[in-house]
């Protein structure tokens, strides 16, 4: 089993930064990526970010490119999503999620407001 726990959502304003967090726990042995999905309200989750675990190469989406930087810490399992000028349309639960031996595993998501 397989726990994802976040950190680091927050109320900011257009324009700041945030740093989030995902540590995974327990059978981490096989890792293969891990990454940040997010959900406004009332939209359908979307790919924001993924990272691969062993050389590191990385994926993002168009909306977040060149704001957002995923980056991983493989000695303590944790990924991190640091957001830079943040906009409105940012707001969202942001969810880490890993994929290890074929199964995906979510964390419960961290909420990231975006003020104007």
């Known amino acids: 089993q397989v726990q994802l726990v976040e950190s680091g959502g927050g109320l900011v304003q257009a324009g700041e930064s945030l740093r989030l967090s995902c540590a995974a726990s327990?059978?981490?042995?096989?890792?293969?990526?891990m990454g940040w999905f997010r959900q406004a309200p009332g939209q359908e989750r979307e790919f924001v970010a993924t990272?691969?675990?062993?050389?590191?190469?990385?994926d993002y989406a168009r909306s977040v490119k060149g704001r957002f930087t995923i980056s991983r810490d493989n000695a303590k399992n944790t990924v991190y999503l640091q957001m830079n000028s943040l906009k409105p349309e940012d707001t969202a639960v942001y969810y880490c999620?890993?994929?290890?031996?074929?199964?995906?595993?979510w964390g419960k998501g961290t909420l990231v407001t975006v003020s104007s």
């Open positions: 999620n890993a994929v290890m031996s074929g199964i995906i595993y």
């Open positions: 327990g059978r981490t042995f096989d890792l293969y990526t």
């Open positions: 990272i691969r675990w062993g050389g590191g190469s990385t």
